[in-house]
């Protein structure tokens, strides 16, 4: 008869059963939520081993994984493809008005003859704003670049013996540089034209003149020059100016 295993073999048999496949028991077995971040070794979770199923997010403590925890190609793939651009936004409303900003540098002259003169069909200088035959103020000093507004007024008229002959008037604008000795001309002037009257009747006219230029930094003079022209050609028409006034106001450019 075939002797039975004694009780003391077979608890022997068991704990070397049990001593050898401890590990593997510890493994399987390991008590729910036992496993954390401490028993993790580094790189120890991989693509392969993350399931959609068993990871979720209700699975992941939220602010655990940030965009430095992905690798680039991830995070690039992340950003997706930009949305397309919305339409522009209404026009906001406009801003206060800035502070008014300081004045500009201006400067001026002038001239006027109150003595009058008589007027040939060559060039005659009815009045200048440095060297006058009465009043006058210059030159006009200009310290910078600026834009300059010149005005001129002249009165004129035809002697009593000449009243019935037709006569015109021709005035031009003129400025230099102090002492440069040539005049260059503004603006294209004026005419004017004195009507016949009777004889024994004198016929006055009053011309104005507005002339517009920008001069450079300097010194300068302004004159204005008139003449008179018959429309007979071997008149003898005498045309006088009783007066000529000449104002320049210069702003910056």
Not at 160 to 170: E, N, V, W
Not at 205 to 221: P, Q, R
Not at 223 to 235: E, I, M, Q, W, Y
């Amino acid at each position: 008869m075939r002797r039975l295993p004694s009780p003391a073999l077979i608890v022997a048999v068991v704990a070397l059963i049990v001593a050898l496949s401890g590990t593997s028991y510890a493994v399987t077995q390991l008590p729910k939520n036992s496993v954390g971040s401490s028993q993790l070794k580094k790189n120890a979770v991989t693509s392969a081993k993350i399931k959609a199923s068993a990871v979720t997010s209700a699975k992941i403590q939220n602010g655990t994984i940030t965009a430095d925890d992905l690798a680039s190609a991830t995070r690039a793939a992340l950003k997706g493809d930009p949305g397309a651009t919305g339409t522009t936004g209404a026009t906001g409303a406009p801003g206060a008005t800035g502070p008014q900003g300081p004045v500009g540098p201006t400067a001026s002259a002038a001239g006027s003859n109150g003595v009058g003169g008589s007027l040939a069909p060559t060039t005659s200088t009815v009045v200048t704003t440095t060297t006058g035959p009465t009043d006058f103020t210059g030159p006009l000093v200009l310290t910078e670049s600026m834009r300059i507004v010149l005005t001129a007024t002249i009165h004129a008229n035809k002697s009593l013996s000449d009243a019935a002959t037709a006569t015109t008037l021709f005035c031009t604008t003129h400025y230099r540089v102090v002492g440069a000795g040539s005049w260059s001309g503004i603006g294209d002037g004026g005419t004017q034209i004195v009507p016949t009257v009777p004889t024994g009747i004198s016929a006055h006219v009053t011309m104005g003149l507005t002339a517009y230029a920008t001069l450079a930094a300097g010194s300068y003079e302004f004159k204005v020059d008139c003449r008179h022209g018959n429309t007979s050609a071997f008149g003898t028409t005498a045309l006088n100016y009783n007066s000529a006034t000449v104002a320049v106001v210069a702003t910056a450019d």
